[in-house]
């Protein structure tokens, strides 16, 4: 067994809590719950070429830039969820950035780009074809219905692995 | 229990003692092979389960958050909520030995602020909802402003027309048929604003009267059937019930939303065939409504009933205006239901559905026995504009009319007449037409009074019931329902 930390980042109220509370245990709640710091969930998986994994995932809060603090929160991670909201376009442009500052603060390591809230229906703007490019997958969710959470986290781990 | 600190602690060991439980501190040291060697401070407020912290266990099985970090650099981890629940600060400092793990606890501090951050957030989120609706109402407006512009400038052109009454070839009654009918347009695309309004607070009151089926139609035709010509698409209406079928409905708004339906399909059709379906069946009337137009986007069908006020994405109500989800309004209002079938490319389909009673044929209502009525009508009315409007409207619907302008007047005619019915005005010259309509009926009239009224206030409805009236009218008069109600009182 191998244990890899992973974040999940992104604008705030995007849903980051919501899949992983969806993918860890399998409940979605609408309310919404600010997030602040940082919430640990751990999580075990197996690849398609049969390694044992076990993902420690960091929740970060995403209310503002990353701050020097949660640039702390980051550090260590061998791969990320970088999330926004179909139904906000705003939030695309806010994971460009929250992107920009991971990948100075870490460099490049693997990362799943997430549109999540996928059951609204909405035809959001597509994401630049540059960010498309750097992740390793990129697809549609919805922590609701539970539609792409499970493959959302098994990509990660694979190119985690693999990486 | 004894806390890991310099060699001249300034307090008391008691002291310090009790501050390390108020404050939950707890601290934990590791070798460099990243084993637990000691733990001390109040370790039972993070770990409850003290078989879990076993001398030697690893770092990273007790703290999943030192997975992947370098315990060798000093760090701080502020408010991480472990998967255990408890909320924390963490410290890591790198020892002679290892390094060490220090926690406190931080449960009150990230609570507080975290409804803090929540208040933030959620208001940055209203925000935002708030600026996108407000994207739509403008956009709404313009698109409004610009559908209101065909029929006007109609208006404008054929009134210009009919200014020109030497030139030979206009056909003023074809002219005055086009302002007429563009006028109606006009009104319905307020009255969805209007409509709209009202349905966001609630007050759309839904008022049946019987209707007959063919009659109703012929009147959402007449607006649509030229704007159908125009794009050159073929409008028809199928029966699949009897035309003549008497129903009780709210015709007004029920004919709102054919006609918001029906431009809808208009709008969204190059060319091909516009029908109009209509079905009665165990007290249940149906339109369908299909098209041949660009259809709907699959994924588009379900936000495309939201009203501008509550659409998330703006760009469906571009064109389509509120007509949509108003109509979809009404018809829940009337304890119907309505739903779009449609396919990109192909065409639309909506079907309403309206519960409805009462089915009676027309024509066997108005069989021989209709000849025996009195349809002898009193115009009791001082407008002098108005009274010819009014015997204009009643003649040509086979009433014969007699007229009073004044109380003497209305006397003697009913010395020599007995009408069926007297349109009486509620402020006739110098008498209340309240005090008149209960004095006639004491005085033994035996035919129905029907109170002509230019307020629908409800006080004066009121009265006028109170005083025997069988009926109201309220003034401007709307030929259809003047009609309308006449027959309901000289056939029951
Ligand atoms: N419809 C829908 N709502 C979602 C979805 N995911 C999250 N939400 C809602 O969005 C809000 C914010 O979710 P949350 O997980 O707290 O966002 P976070 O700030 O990124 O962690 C909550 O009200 C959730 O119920 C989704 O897939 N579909
Ligand atoms: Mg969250």
Same mark, same amino acid.
């Given at each position: 067994?191998?244990?890899k930390?992973i974040?999940?980042?992104g604008?705030?109220?995007? =849903?980051?809590?919501?899949?992983?509370?969806?993918?860890?245990?399998?409940?979605?709640s609408?309310e919404?719950?600010t997030?602040?710091g940082?919430?640990?969930?751990?999580?075990?998986?197996?690849?398609?070429?049969?390694t044992?994994?076990?993902?420690?995932?960091?929740d970060?809060?995403?209310?503002?830039e990353l701050t020097?603090a949660?640039r702390?929160?980051?550090?260590?991670?061998?791969?990320?969820?970088?999330?926004?909201?179909?139904?906000r376009?705003k939030t695309?442009?806010s994971?460009?950035?929250?992107h920009?500052?991971?990948?100075?603060?870490i460099?490049?390591?693997?990362?799943v780009l997430?549109g999540?809230?996928?059951?609204l229906?909405i035809?959001?703007?597509?994401?630049d074809a540059?960010?498309?490019d750097?992740?390793c997958?990129?697809?549609?969710?919805?922590?609701l219905?539970g539609?792409g959470?499970?493959d959302t986290?098994?990509?990660?781990?694979?190119?985690v692995?693999s990486? | 229990m004894?806390?890991?600190?310099?060699n001249?602690?300034?307090?008391s060991?008691?002291?310090?003692?009790f501050i390390?439980?108020?404050?939950?501190?707890?601290g934990?040291s590791?070798?460099?092979?990243?084993?637990?060697?000691?733990?001390?401070?109040?370790?039972?407020?993070y770990f409850p389960?003290?078989?879990?912290i076993?001398?030697?266990?690893?770092a990273?099985?007790?703290?999943?958050?030192?997975?992947?970090?370098?315990p060798?650099?000093?760090?701080?981890?502020?408010?991480?909520?472990m998967?255990n629940g408890?909320?924390? +600060?963490?410290?890591?400092?790198?020892?002679?030995?290892?390094?060490?793990?220090v926690?406190?606890d931080?449960?009150?501090q990230?609570?507080?602020?975290?409804?803090?951050?929540?208040?933030?957030?959620?208001?940055?989120?209203?925000?935002?909802?708030?600026?996108?609706e407000?994207?739509?109402?403008?956009?709404?407006?313009?698109t409004?402003?610009?559908?209101l512009?065909?029929p006007?400038?109609?208006?404008?052109?054929?009134?210009?027309?009919?200014?020109?009454?030497?030139?030979?070839g206009?056909?003023?009654?074809?002219?005055?048929n086009?302002i007429h009918r563009?006028?109606?347009?006009?009104l319905?695309?307020?009255?969805n604003v209007?409509?709209? =309004?009202?349905a +966001?607070?609630?007050?759309?009151?839904?008022t049946?009267s019987?209707?007959?089926?063919? +009659?109703?139609?012929d009147s959402?035709s007449?607006?649509?059937?030229p704007?159908?010509?125009?794009?050159?698409?073929n409008f028809?209406?199928h029966?699949g019930?009897?035309?003549d079928?008497?129903?009780?409905?709210?015709?007004?708004?029920?004919?709102?939303?054919?006609?918001?339906?029906?431009?809808?399909?208009?709008?969204?059709?190059?060319? =091909?065939?516009?029908?109009?379906e209509?079905?009665?069946k165990?007290?249940?009337?149906?339109?369908i409504?299909?098209?041949?137009g660009?259809?709907?986007?699959e994924?588009?069908?379900?936000t495309?009933?939201q009203p501008?006020?509550?659409?998330?994405?703006?760009?469906?109500?571009?064109?389509?205006g509120?007509g949509?989800?108003?109509s979809?309004?009404?018809?829940?209002?009337?304890?119907?239901d309505?739903?779009i079938?449609?396919?990109?490319?192909e065409?639309?389909?909506?079907?309403?559905?309206?519960?409805t009673?009462?089915?009676v044929?027309a024509?066997?209502?108005?069989?021989?026995?209709?000849?025996s009525?009195?349809?002898?009508?009193?115009?009791?009315?001082d407008d002098?504009?108005?009274v010819?409007?009014i015997?204009?409207y009643?003649?040509?619907?086979?009433y014969?009319?007699?007229?009073?302008?004044?109380q003497?007047?209305?006397k003697?005619e009913?010395?020599?007449?007995?009408?069926a019915?007297?349109?009486? +005005?509620?402020n006739?010259?110098?008498?209340n037409?309240?005090?008149?309509?209960?004095?006639?009926?004491?005085?033994?009239?035996?035919?129905?009074?029907?109170?002509?009224t230019?307020s629908?206030?409800?006080?004066i409805?009121?009265?006028a019931?109170n005083?025997?009236?069988?009926?109201?009218?309220?003034k401007?008069?709307?030929?259809?329902?003047?009609?309308?109600?006449?027959?309901?009182?000289l056939?029951?």
């Amino acid at each position: 067994m191998i244990t890899k930390k992973i974040c999940i980042i992104g604008d705030f109220a995007v =849903g980051k809590t919501s899949l992983i509370n969806r993918f860890v245990d399998n409940h979605f709640s609408e309310e919404y719950l600010t997030t602040v710091g940082v919430k640990l969930d751990t999580k075990e998986l197996v690849t398609s070429n049969g390694t044992d994994i076990k993902l420690v995932i960091w929740d970060i809060a995403g209310a503002d830039e990353l701050t020097t603090a949660k640039r702390s929160y980051i550090d260590g991670a061998s791969g990320y969820i970088l999330v926004y909201d179909l139904s906000r376009p705003k939030t695309l442009e806010s994971a460009k950035q929250i992107h920009a500052s991971v990948v100075e603060e870490i460099g490049s390591v693997p990362f799943v780009l997430v549109g999540n809230k996928n059951d609204l229906q909405i035809t959001a703007p597509e994401p630049d074809a540059d960010l498309v490019d750097k992740s390793c997958h990129q697809l549609k969710t919805s922590a609701l219905t539970g539609e792409g959470v499970a493959d959302t986290f098994q990509a990660l781990a694979e190119a985690v692995v693999s990486g | 229990m004894k806390v890991m600190t310099n060699n001249n602690p300034p307090i008391s060991d008691s002291v310090n003692d009790f501050i390390i439980e108020r404050l939950n501190i707890a601290g934990f040291s590791f070798d460099n092979d990243h084993l637990l060697i000691t733990a001390d401070g109040n370790i039972e407020y993070y770990f409850p389960n003290p078989n879990t912290i076993a001398s030697d266990t690893v770092a990273s099985d007790l703290f999943p958050f030192l997975v992947g970090i370098d315990p060798l650099n000093e760090k701080e981890f502020p408010y991480i909520e472990m998967p255990n629940g408890v909320i924390v +600060d963490a410290f890591i400092k790198p020892t002679s030995a290892g390094y060490d793990v220090v926690l406190i606890d931080m449960a009150l501090q990230r609570d507080k602020h975290q409804q803090v951050q929540q208040i933030a957030n959620v208001v940055s989120l209203q925000k935002d909802e708030i600026s996108a609706e407000n994207e739509a109402k403008s956009k709404f407006i313009s698109t409004f402003s610009h559908e209101l512009k065909t029929p006007l400038s109609s208006i404008l052109g054929y009134s210009e027309l009919l200014n020109e009454p030497d030139k030979t070839g206009i056909n003023i009654a074809a002219n005055a048929n086009a302002i007429h009918r563009n006028g109606i347009y006009l009104l319905n695309l307020i009255n969805n604003v209007l409509e709209q =309004g009202r349905a +966001d607070i609630q007050q759309t009151t839904i008022t049946t009267s019987p209707v007959k089926l063919s +009659d109703m139609l012929d009147s959402v035709s007449y607006l649509v059937k030229p704007l159908a010509d125009k794009k050159k698409i073929n409008f028809s209406i199928h029966y699949g019930c009897p035309e003549d079928f008497v129903l009780v409905l709210d015709e007004q708004h029920l004919c709102q939303v054919l006609v918001n339906l029906i431009t809808n399909s208009i709008k969204f059709s190059q060319e =091909g065939f516009i029908t109009i379906e209509v079905n009665y069946k165990d007290n249940e009337l149906q339109f369908i409504v299909s098209d041949t137009g660009i259809g709907i986007p699959e994924d588009e069908l379900s936000t495309i009933m939201q009203p501008f006020g509550r659409a998330k994405h703006t760009r469906h109500i571009e064109g389509a205006g509120i007509g949509l989800s108003l109509s979809n309004t009404l018809v829940k209002l009337m304890g119907g239901d309505l739903s779009i079938q449609s396919k990109l490319g192909e065409g639309t389909a909506v079907t309403v559905t309206v519960p409805t009673t009462n089915a009676v044929i027309a024509s066997q209502l108005n069989g021989d026995a209709q000849m025996s009525i009195n349809r002898q009508i009193l115009v009791a009315e001082d407008d002098e504009d108005l009274v010819p409007l009014i015997a204009y409207y009643l003649e040509e619907a086979g009433y014969e009319v007699i007229t009073a302008m004044s109380q003497d007047e209305l006397k003697s005619e009913l010395e020599s007449n007995q009408p069926a019915v007297i349109l009486m +005005d509620h402020n006739f010259r110098e008498a209340n037409g309240i005090e008149l309509t209960k004095e006639l009926l004491d005085n033994g009239f035996s035919g129905k009074i029907i109170m002509l009224t230019a307020s629908s206030g409800e006080a004066i409805i009121k009265q006028a019931m109170n005083a025997g009236c069988s009926d109201f009218i309220s003034k401007p008069i709307d030929r259809e329902k003047l009609h309308k109600i006449l027959a309901k009182h000289l056939n029951d």
